[in-house]
């Protein structure tokens, strides 16, 4: 059977948490212990599980020791599906980065899918729950890709492309705004208003600067060319169903918008945006108001242009519907080449264009940089043109790129690394260049001095980087490592094995195997996560908006935004942790501004978002149609008569055939008990209800079988009315401070009521002998699970946050 991916609201996907924990009758919570990839594994891929004991660091205090062999179980039956031994990591060394002690459980034998997760024994304590499928990434490329649709500029967020809680009206489009955007040094001059409409935001600001689109877009390009069935016309985008793989429309709305910042002879401007850090700065992006202005020209953002252009027009020129586009993209990268080569050959490159009055990102680049855009220009016009002009240019200058020069193979110029391998195999390369480009490029790789290239166990989390790459932004080299390695696989360079593993088991970290134990994208619940980043400085998600929290606001961050990590190099000693932390440890879930400055810890970028999206491609197989029927409510009530009435409603539905009603009285195996129609394709928010006339006596478990009209179908959440009595469980008072009120069904008798934290720890237990009334007003405040059983019975879960 297909997979499907099923569109839920934030509500709905707390609540489907619930209907996994229904499955594991009783088994221990999430230990912050075991690290697993949250999301799964393919069936053939390595599988190991890391364990930790914290000895340095925020946790240090914690204290875990696995026993000698640990389990792997299945979810829904908690049958044991693998038993291993679990191996000590470096002699039991702590490890510097991480400050902790570690084992390994390797798990690969196991190849059967399904929902596993591993399990502690001894200690009962267990891992998140992950899968064991042919693509266990789908549903992450689909949030990760996603990421840039909400970030764009200038475009309204509306349904069904996007989720409710992310909807949003256009933006920036206001007078004096994006479509009549001022020259930021003669303000008041009309004459020289702009359309500079479109593009995405940078980062964690609504700024667009052009020099910033440099990586992004040649990762994304080269995520396509290398991985070109994973980007299929589907990922339920406006111009999804167009004929052209989603991923290429979203790099155009970037494409479209460099074109605005260019001129007729090539010149281009830096960036645009707000002139100080009070205008524009609210939440959503469609309430801001305050005018936005363009900077000056500059060579930098001239042969940026000259660089992305040249290898977007060979990559469009595939798409016979784009093969004008394609052209049109050689003619501005070839103008905007010929602007910048005067500058370039008389060594007078523009480096000091940006004074600020844009804030807030510096968009000019060094001398080096901009000489190997030039260089990255030339090879791509010279594989597409056949030009000798390009290819005499790309002999005369190779030499004295950085990366050539100095024979330096790493992360710090990842576009014009590639750029010049790439050359190295074209039919019409200079033999003696070609040699030297790999000569360079092989002693790199075989001499590795920095440990780059290959698998290594130096890391405890299986994700080796220098120390010196945790700084600001260290997830983007944390997957510019697997990219590098990567591209001297596919040149042929070095061991093919070793740098294949090293690659493959460098995308765990993002997903869980790090010393948090956290996915480092923003809010994927929904998706598979168990432990995510809750909270992004991003302007549109700021602190204390409905946007705030993943976890604890209504609406929490829209899913999918890669944060910048662990920074061993934050600059505010008094907010430990991130400070005075081992570097993989130098991490807080937090988005608040100045003084504690969470951007240097938790902002997105457009640059770590494509670093990551090609490396997740490489594990990732092509994504079949998603459901886009997005389901905002479920949920039912008990009827005086003994009947049951089930409510549902949905924002938005594409090619909904029908809904199946389906029953339970085990919340595992389940019956279809009646079906309605659905509403096909529809953008208004449609309401349905259902009777159950022939319930059970005993409780009732339900979910919806959502079916499109081409048969494929997903489940929703499952539900249940408890049926013990009368009444059901019920808590209150809302919000809750210093008790809670716990209403029980008659004749439920002493039940264990537990309190669980996010991070899976239990921090209250207590019988109760009936209803009655629970003092919590010495928890922390936050979000918890109440869980209330008899026995391994589980009778009530739900969320509650405490005041």
Not at 136 to 147: Q, T
Not at 341 to 355: E, G, K, S
Not at 491 to 501: E, F, K, P, Q, V
Request: net charge negative; glycine share 8%; charged share 15%.
């Amino acid at each position: 059977m297909r997979k499907h991916y099923l569109y839920l609201s934030c509500k709905c996907m707390i609540a489907l948490t619930l209907g996994f924990l229904l499955s594991l009758r009783g088994v221990a919570q999430v230990s912050q212990f075991i690290h697993v990839d949250q999301f799964g594994y393919a069936p053939t891929a390595e599988k190991v599980a890391v364990l930790s004991n914290p000895i340095v660091g925020y946790n240090a205090a914690l204290s875990y020791t696995p026993p000698s062999t640990m389990e792997v179980r299945n979810s829904v039956t908690n049958a044991v599906a693998f038993t291993g031994p679990v191996t000590v990591w470096n002699n039991g060394n702590t490890h510097a980065n991480s400050g902790d002690q570690g084992w390994w459980f390797d798990f690969s034998a196991l190849t059967a899918s399904g929902s596993f997760y591993v399990f502690d024994p001894a200690g009962n304590q267990r891992s998140a729950v992950f899968e064991i499928v042919a693509n266990p990434y789908g549903n992450v490329m689909l949030a990760a890709v996603k990421m840039f649709y909400y970030n764009r500029c200038n475009m309204t967020k509306a349904a069904p492309y996007a989720q409710s809680k992310w909807t949003d009206g256009n933006n920036f489009m206001n007078p004096l705004q994006d479509q009549q955007c001022r020259y930021v040094y003669d303000q008041t001059n009309a004459t020289l208003e702009k359309n500079l409409t479109g593009g995405w935001f940078d980062a964690g600001d609504y700024n667009k600067y052009v020099s910033f689109t440099h990586s992004p877009l040649h990762d994304l390009l080269y995520a396509y060319e290398e991985n070109p069935a994973v980007f299929t016309d589907n990922f339920n985008i406006p111009e999804s169903k167009n004929g052209i793989p989603d991923l290429l429309d979203e790099v155009k709305w970037e494409l479209d918008w460099l074109f605005k910042m260019t001129n007729a002879d090539g010149s281009t401007h830096n960036k645009m945006g707000s002139r100080n850090y009070s205008e524009n700065i609210s939440s959503p992006p469609s309430v801001n108001v305050d005018g936005r202005y363009y900077g000056p020209t500059c060579t930098s953002a001239s042969a940026t242009i000259a660089s992305v252009f040249s290898h977007a027009a060979l990559v469009y020129a595939g798409m016979p519907s784009l093969a004008a586009y394609a052209g049109t993209l050689e003619a501005k990268a070839v103008s905007c080449f010929n602007y910048v080569l005067p500058f370039f050959n008389a060594n007078t490159l523009q480096t000091n264009c940006d004074d600020g009055s844009i804030v807030s990102g510096d968009a000019d680049v060094a001398v080096g940089p901009q000489r190997s855009m030039m260089v990255i220009a030339a090879i791509y016009l010279f594989e597409r043109t056949g030009n000798a002009v390009y290819n005499q240019f790309l002999v005369d200058n190779y030499a004295g790129t950085d990366v050539m020069s100095s024979g330096y193979w790493g992360v710090d110029a990842t576009e014009l690394q590639d750029a010049l391998l790439r050359y190295a195999k074209l039919p019409g390369a200079n033999p003696t260049v070609a040699t030297a480009i790999l000569n360079s490029a092989g002693t790199a790789v075989n001499g590795n001095w920095n440990g780059f290239f290959g698998w290594t166990t130096a890391d405890l989390y299986r994700a080796f980087m220098p120390d010196w790459s945790y700084h600001w932004g260290s997830n983007m080299p944390k997957a510019d490592y697997a990219n590098v390695n990567r591209t001297m696989l596919k040149a042929g360079l070095g061991n093919a094995a070793s740098l294949t593993r090293k690659a493959a088991e460098q995308i765990h970290y993002f997903h869980g195997i790090n010393p948090q134990g956290m996915v480092y994208l923003s809010n994927m619940y929904a998706v598979g996560g168990d432990r995510c980043a809750n909270e992004i400085y991003h302007t549109w998600f700021n602190d204390g908006t409905i946007y705030d929290n993943a976890l604890t606001s209504p609406n929490g961050p829209a899913p999918g935004y890669v944060v910048g990590g662990p920074n061993a190099d934050y600059t505010i000693g008094s907010q430990s942790p991130p400070f005075g932390q081992p570097r993989q440890k130098s991490y807080l879930d937090f988005n608040t501004g100045w003084p504690t400055n969470s951007w240097e810890i938790t902002e997105p970028a457009i640059y770590y978002q494509a670093a990551y999206i090609r490396l997740l491609a490489h594990s990732t197989l092509p994504i079949e149609d998603p459901l886009p029927v997005e389901l905002a409510e479920f949920y039912l009530k008990e009827l005086d008569n003994g009947q049951a009435q089930l409510y549902w409603k949905t924002v938005s539905e594409t090619d909904n055939e029908r809904f199946e009603v389906e029953r339970s009285t085990d919340g595992v195996d389940f019956s279809m008990i009646g079906e309605l129609k659905g509403h096909n394709t529809t953008a208004v928010a449609r309401h349905y209800t259902f009777t159950d006339t022939e319930l059970p006596n005993i409780t009732a478990y339900y979910r919806l079988k959502q079916v499109d009209t081409d048969g494929q179908f997903e489940y929703s959440k499952i539900i249940a009315l408890y049926r013990n009595g009368d009444v059901a469980f019920r808590i209150g008072p809302n919000p809750l401070s210093d008790y809670v009120d716990l209403q029980m069904p008659p004749h439920t008798g002493t039940a264990t009521v537990t309190l669980i934290n996010m991070a899976g720890v239990e921090v209250m237990r207590r019988e109760m002998d009936g209803s009655g009334r629970l003092l919590i007003s010495n928890v922390a405040r936050g979000m918890y699970l109440m869980r209330v059983e008899k026995g391994s019975e589980k009778l009530f879960m739900q969320r509650i946050f405490k005041n």
